[in-house]
T-cell receptor
Framework: AQSVTQLGSHVSVSEGALVLLRCNYS??????LFWYVQYPNQGLQLLLK??????LVKGINGFEAEFKKSETSFHLTKPSAHMSDAAEYFC???????????FGTGTRLTIIP | DAGVIQSPRHEVTEMGQEVTLRCKPI?????LFWYRQTMMRGLELLIY????????DSGMPEDRFSAKMPNASFSTLKIQPSEPRDSAVYFC?????????????FGQGTRLTVV
């Protein structure tokens, strides 16, 4: 079975500050890992993905994430938060041969002006 | 491509009525997923299909829920009879799952309210 755990259901950062959203995964096979963003009343949009290539993955809107096998982590970061980053962020896992996409519980990001 | 298309966007129905949610996946995608999102339970995978065949329906809450995929371009999720606790946002997603193209693309969702 595969799963992800997102630490912190709510994160608040000041505009211009570093954004760090945490995700740890559990998988018995090499995982595919994803970060999605959901704006109010919208569907989920892919931010970035890891599929066993480079461990540092760059996504849209200045976000990036680093796959660390030793720590079973895939944390999402952005150097400087913008007001438009306020949204809910979901980490998800699947794997080759198991395309079932399992999501974490989400982290709501608030940006303080 | 227009992306994953869901209809209706909003549905309000009375308890006991039948509800049908519709989804058109992205052309060429061979996986289709139905998710439910609530405040209490977050995003739950209800069922997913591969090449129109249901692969895993273990997330379907109970017999009142059923899903079909009669062809590669259409899927339905039906609730009969509906109950207030079914109120949620239901998302459909599709993916290609070829090599590194494994991400799922989501529709805008159907917000269901059962009164």
């Amino acid at each position: 079975a595969q799963s992800v755990t997102q630490l912190g259901s709510h994160v608040s950062v000041s505009e211009g500050a570093l954004v760090l959203l945490r995700c740890n995964y559990s998988s018995s096979v090499p995982p595919y890992l994803f970060w999605y963003v959901q704006y109010p009343n919208q569907g989920l949009q892919l931010l970035l993905k890891y599929t066993s290539a480079a461990t540092l993955v760059k996504g849209i809107n200045g976000f990036e994430a680093e796959f660390k096998k030793s720590e079973t982590s895939f944390h999402l970061t952005k150097p400087s938060a913008h007001m438009s980053d306020a949204a809910e962020y979901f980490c998800a896992v699947s794997s080759f041969g198991n395309e079932k996409l399992t999501f974490g519980t989400g982290t709501r990001l608030t940006i303080i002006p | 491509d227009a992306g994953v298309i869901q209809s209706p966007r909003h549905e309000v129905t009375e308890m006991g009525q039948e509800v049908t949610l519709r989804c058109k996946p992205i052309s060429g995608h061979d996986y289709l997923f139905w998710y439910r999102q609530t405040m209490m339970r977050g995003l739950e995978l209800l069922i997913y299909f591969n090449n129109n065949v249901p692969i895993d329906d273990s997330g379907m809450p109970e017999d009142r829920f059923s899903a079909k995929m009669p062809n590669a371009s259409f899927s339905t999720l039906k609730i009969q009879p509906s109950e207030p606790r079914d109120s949620a946002v239901y998302f459909c997603a599709s993916s290609l799952a070829r090599g590194t193209n494994t991400e799922a693309f989501f529709g805008q969702g159907t917000r269901l309210t059962v009164v």
